[in-house]
C-alpha cells in the first residue's frame, strides 16, 4: 500500500488546514487510518485515528474539539480537519495504516506515507 499526504502549509494561529491522505495499493476501505505528528527534536506523536467503516475515531487529548478525523472509502483517501491551529500543532505530519492493536500507538501502524509540514505562526 502507498500514501501520499497532503494540504499542509503556513497558518496563523487560529487558522484551518485540511490535510489529505490518499492510498493506492490495496482495498482502502479495509484499513483503519490514523494521523501522527513529529516535531523537531520530538518522538512521533498520536493525533487521531479511523476504523475502516468510520464508525469509531480516537484523538489525542492535545486536539480533542479542534481537529477531526473523518474518510471517504469511495475516494480512497482520509482526511484531517484542523481547525483553532495553535503554534504548538506545529509538525511534519504523518498517515498510516494501522495493522492492529492500540490506535494510539504508532508500533501499531505498518504503512506510512511521506509527511506534510503544518506551520502555525503566532
Known amino acids: 500500500v502507498q500514501l501520499q499526504a497532503s494540504g499542509g502549509g503556513l497558518v496563523q494561529a487560529g487558522g484551518s488546514l485540511r490535510l489529505s491522505c490518499a492510498a493506492s495499493g490495496r482495498t482502502f476501505s479495509s484499513y483503519d487510518m490514523g494521523w501522527f505528528r513529529q516535531a523537531p527534536g520530538k518522538e512521533r506523536e498520536f493525533v487521531a485515528a479511523?476504523?475502516?467503516?468510520?464508525?469509531?475515531?480516537y484523538y489525542a487529548d492535545s486536539v480533542k474539539g479542534r481537529f477531526t478525523i473523518s474518510r471517504d472509502n469511495a475516494k480512497n483517501t482520509a482526511y484531517l480537519q484542523m481547525n483553532s491551529l495553535k503554534p504548538g500543532d506545529t509538525a511534519v505530519y504523518y498517515c498510516?495504516?494501522?495493522?492492529?492493536?492500540?490506535?494510539?500507538?504508532?508500533?501499531?501502524?505498518?504503512?506510512w506515507g511521506q509527511g506534510t509540514q503544518v506551520t502555525v505562526s503566532s
Open positions: 479511523i476504523s475502516w467503516s468510520g464508525g469509531s475515531t
Open positions: 498510516g495504516v494501522r495493522s492492529g492493536g492500540d490506535p494510539g500507538s504508532r508500533w501499531s501502524y505498518s504503512y
